[in-house]
């Protein structure tokens, strides 16, 4: 079925992240280092006065993961996220099977470039918020991405890129860098665009 799962982290006090339990579409809370901390500083544009996941303190063996209350096998996931140094190699996100084999993931990489499953998309800047919409074609281990930055638009869908077969669904989102962290930030899950007004229902009766 097609991604589901939203959370934007605003509902948790500024503290841990670890056993937050906020959000739709999970199955359980979040698993996380007690370094992963919610924070209202340096908040993303499509999202600016609420809170987010932050990680400064955290090495390579340092995760946030939650599961999926059903699995995913084609469709779209949005996130947000924001580095704060090429030396971390963070991911934005890794989305894996039920297994814990990461199948598409999206990562800051320490090029300075953004990669979805070891392919080249785009240059990146530090300290500056990026969102992200991933595409899921599990049946055929593929996946693309198309991204926006901070104040600007989004860009094209990227090339389709293929991961290796595995389990055909996906059952949990995790965060994490590959390095020791530095200034990393994440926000805004979720199934529709996030950077989009909320819908207002039409009112009856006027005449336009
Ligand atoms: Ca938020």
Known sequence: MAWEAEENFNSYSVNGLNGGNGGSGWSGAWSAHANYKIVSANQPPWDSSGKSVFLNSGNSDEHATRALANPVSTGICYVAARTGATSCNQYVAMWRDSGGNTRAYVRFDSSGNIVLNGTNIQSYSINTWYLFAVEFDMPNNRSRVKIKEAGGNWGSWSNWVSYGSGESSIAD????????????????????????????????????
Do not use: E, H, M
């Open 173 to 208: 989102i995790r965060f994490t860098t590959a390095y020791p962290s530095n200034n990393n930030y994440w926000d805004l899950i979720s199934a529709t665009d996030p950077s989009l007004p909320p819908a207002v229902p039409k009112s009856k009766g006027y005449i336009f």
